[in-house]
C-alpha cells in the first residue's frame, strides 16, 4: 500500500516535469538541483525558518523524481535497503567511530522482487548520457 503511493508520486513528479516543461532526460542536472535543496533544507533548518518542511519535501521530490527518470523502484529499493541496514552489525572502533561489520550485506535475504531497472542501464546513461 505505502510502496504504491510512493511510485504514485514517482509518477506524478514526472508528469509534472512533462507538463511545465522541466528537464526529464539529464541526470546531471536532476543531481546538482537535488543537491541545491538539500543545502536549502540545511540552511532552514539552520535558521529555523517555517519553510523546514517544505524543503524536506523539495529533497523528496527531486530525489524520488530521479528514481522516476532512472526506472528505479524507489519504495522497493528502500525497503530492501532497510533490510540490509536493520540486520547490519557494528562496531566501535577505539577512536570512537562507529563502522559497519564488513560482509554482512551478504547474509541479508534479496529474496523481494528484483531491481526494476538494469544497473548496466544506469551505468551507462551515467557514463554515455541520455540517449
Ligand atoms: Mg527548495
Given at each position: 500500500m505505502a510502496l504504491e503511493v510512493l511510485n504514485d508520486i514517482q509518477k506524478r513528479i514526472l508528469k509534472n516535469k512533462i507538463n511545465k516543461g522541466f528537464n526529464t532526460t539529464d541526470l546531471n542536472k536532476e543531481?546538482?538541483?537535488?543537491?541545491?535543496?538539500?543545502a536549502e533544507a540545511y540552511d532552514a533548518w539552520r535558521k529555523e525558518k517555517p519553510d523546514f518542511g517544505e524543503e524536506l519535501a523539495d529533497i523528496a521530490i527531486y530525489l524520488l523524481g530521479i528514481a522516476e527518470i532512472a526506472k528505479v523502484d524507489?519504495?522497493?529499493?528502500?525497503?530492501?535497503?532497510?533490510?540490509?541496514?536493520?540486520?547490519?552489525?557494528?562496531?566501535?572502533?577505539?577512536?570512537?567511530?562507529?563502522?559497519?561489520?564488513?560482509?554482512?550485506?551478504?547474509?541479508?535475504?534479496?529474496?523481494?522482487?528484483?531491481?526494476?531497472?538494469?544497473?548496466a542501464a544506469v551505468r551507462d546513461y551515467f557514463i554515455d548520457g541520455p540517449k
Open positions: 543531481f546538482c538541483l537535488l543537491y541545491g535543496e538539500v524507489l519504495g522497493t529499493e528502500i525497503v530492501r535497503k532497510l533490510d540490509i541496514i536493520e540486520h547490519r552489525e557494528y562496531t566501535v572502533l577505539k577512536n570512537g567511530s562507529q563502522v559497519k561489520v564488513e560482509a554482512d550485506d551478504e547474509n541479508v535475504s534479496r529474496d523481494a522482487e528484483e531491481p526494476t531497472y538494469s544497473t
